[in-house]
């Protein structure tokens, strides 16, 4: 890629693929490669299949779907399955660790990758805080099942919702001292917690089936009826009321379509995997497979335990107030699989947490290696891996979760990742616009019209969200545009970067499209394929000044230059 003087140093400026890859400057890829194809689907598994497995279907059956909440995890899936289109083919051509952050700043230009960024820092921060608070509730039950004694003073901080809680501070700060260090226990342990939670669902749906009763999933698609007034307005509700006076409306056709973004929060998470793209081997082939696989696993397991809910309790029997798994094995007299539930319960949620303090230090370390946040947090420790990012990341995480009631913004976690999804999903026919030429070893099968319709897709689940939610996130999106004009707009390194003076001398060969491997530069001295012999050069004297270097371009960092701009993956 030759210098571009044409792009203007505005904060719509956009960060050249080249450069978001390393192949043009290198160095930027500095992570440990530690994820195979294998990896990236226990990350994803372990992020998206939660505790909300054992409560979801019991929970919108009862309230709103109904025996049909089945068909409504299977349309959010495939909701969810065209936007992780759009994140594959995106992380084949751009695979680094910012995610939908990275791929909007090549895209769209700086200010929208900031919007994006800080919306996924939204989703993530208040994703860890929110999970270890519900997993601190998991642990304190299963505490009590197992009549394990604790002391009356240390009882009073243990499973707590709102306030100080010792759980879900120690396992915050036990994942964040396990990542900090870049230890491979973290793998290991990703592994271990994934089977056993694998097992446990298997247990659940096959125990499940054994009660089975088909008159249970009758009627299939209960008849409509007004929905609760404490049920609280959507944003679509706002809109067709105004529009056509109706009020909003539960079971039926619409009660269908009306849990299907609560069930999308299910599937959030399959998302997170393109942060570990600089961490993965291959990763423009790995990270997509990765992706599209746990997510197809995640549908199949999710469809098979709303299956053996609906049909072990007739959705009418269910508690809204207590919807759970256990609760429905309760009632057909299999209560020990409630002790079991929360045991998997504990399993999931501690992978959930782990997954997502991943990818929110992975994100903020990009940033920060951006020049919009703090440059001094994206340093590398001795272990390889950005330890200061998940020093301030995970104390920010840790801090929001004993201060705030969390559980009362959790929603906010599903309009920042759709957010992204809106974007990521544009992003691949503009990139295929502005660069026909790059190498895209995934491609979106008729991209116009499946991105169109993942637009429109999110953006309905986005109107189904409340206005309580959007009033929120308005809020946080506001202040970051605030920090990005104050801070981030001065310090970005593309702005330092196209500030510098044009490059003297001859063009730079082009570089290969991004996923092709650059060839070796060859030795100092060799001769060229087919080029003509060479000439004996006139020795110089001694006290001659040295030639200039034309492309010494001083380095972004304030390091010494990278001696081979070529290298891709360069540790």
């Not at 400057?25 to 497995?53: A, Q």
């Not at 680094?96 to 960024?117: D, L, M, N, R």
């Not at 990542?179 to 056993?196: E, N």
């Not at 308005?474 to 702005?495: K, T």
Request: proline letters at 9%.
């Amino acid at each position: 890629m030759t210098w571009d003087i044409r792009m203007r140093n505005t904060m719509f400026r956009r960060l050249p693929v080249e450069r978001a890859t390393g192949q043009l400057y290198g160095g930027r890829h500095r992570l440990r490669v530690v994820y195979r194809t294998r990896d990236l689907i226990v990350l994803g598994l372990g992020v998206m299949i939660g505790s909300g497995i054992f409560k979801i279907s019991g929970a919108q059956a009862a309230t709103t779907a109904g025996p049909a909440v089945i068909l409504s995890f299977l349309l959010a899936g495939a909701v969810c399955l065209l936007a992780a289109l759009a994140y594959a083919e995106l992380s084949s051509i751009i695979p680094v660790a910012g995610s939908a952050y990275s791929f909007s700043y090549v895209a769209f230009g700086e200010v929208w990758a900031w919007v994006v960024g800080w919306s996924l820092i939204l989703e993530l921060l208040l994703a860890a805080s929110v999970v270890a608070r519900a997993w601190a509730l998991y642990a304190a039950q299963v505490l009590a099942d197992f009549h394990v004694p604790v002391p009356a003073p240390l009882a009073r901080f243990m499973g707590n919702q709102t306030g100080f809680d010792i759980l879900a501070l120690g396992i915050l700060l036990l994942l964040v001292l396990l990542l900090a260090t870049g230890s491979r226990l973290s793998l290991r342990t990703l592994w271990t917690m994934v089977a056993a939670k694998l097992v446990v669902i298997a247990l659940v749906i096959v125990t499940g089936l054994m009660f089975f009763d088909t008159a249970n999933l009758r009627p299939f698609v209960p008849p409509a009826r007004p929905a609760p007034p404490a049920s609280g307005h959507t944003v679509l509700d706002a809109l067709l009321g105004s529009v056509t006076g109706g009020s909003p409306q539960v079971f039926g056709v619409w009660g269908v379509l009306a849990a299907t973004p609560a069930i999308a929060f299910a599937y959030i998470g399959f998302d997170l995997i393109a942060t570990a793209s600089e961490e993965t081997d291959d990763a423009p082939r790995k990270v997509p497979r990765g992706m599209l696989y746990s997510l197809l696993i995640a549908i199949v397991v999710y469809a098979g335990v709303a299956l053996a809910m609906v049909g072990m309790v007739s959705y009418r029997r269910l508690d809204a107030a207590r919807p759970t798994l256990g609760t429905a094995f309760g009632m057909v007299g299999a209560g020990s699989m409630g002790k079991i539930i929360d045991i998997g319960a504990v399993l999931a949620l501690t992978s959930v947490v782990l997954v997502v303090l991943i990818s929110l230090t992975r994100v903020v370390y990009s940033m920060s290696r951006d020049g919009l946040l703090p440059e001094p947090v994206s340093h590398m420790s001795r272990y390889k891996v950005p330890s200061r990012a998940t020093l301030v990341a995970g104390g920010a995480a840790v801090l929001m979760s004993q201060v705030l009631d969390v559980f009362t913004l959790e929603h906010m976690v599903v309009i920042g990742t759709l957010f992204a999804f809106l974007f990521v999903a544009a992003a691949v026919p503009a990139l295929r616009r502005s660069r026909p030429d790059l190498h895209r070893p995934f491609r979106v099968p008729l991209a116009p019209l499946t991105c169109t319709l993942t637009i429109a897709a999110v953006g309905w689940l986005m109107l189904n969200l409340k206005l309580q939610t959007w009033g929120y996130f308005m809020i946080w999106m506001a202040g970051g545009l605030v920090v990005y004009l104050l801070y981030g707009r001065r310090r970005s390194q593309m702005r330092r970067l196209l500030d510098l003076p044009p490059p003297r001398g001859p063009r730079l060969d082009a570089p290969p499209p991004p996923g092709v491997p650059m060839p070796r530069p060859a030795p100092a001295g060799a001769p060229r394929p087919g080029a003509p012999p060479p000439r004996m050069a006139r020795p110089r004297p001694p006290h001659a000044a040295p030639v200039p270097d034309p492309f010494d371009v001083p380095p972004l960092h304030g390091g010494p230059r990278p001696p081979d701009p070529g290298g891709r993956h360069r540790r």
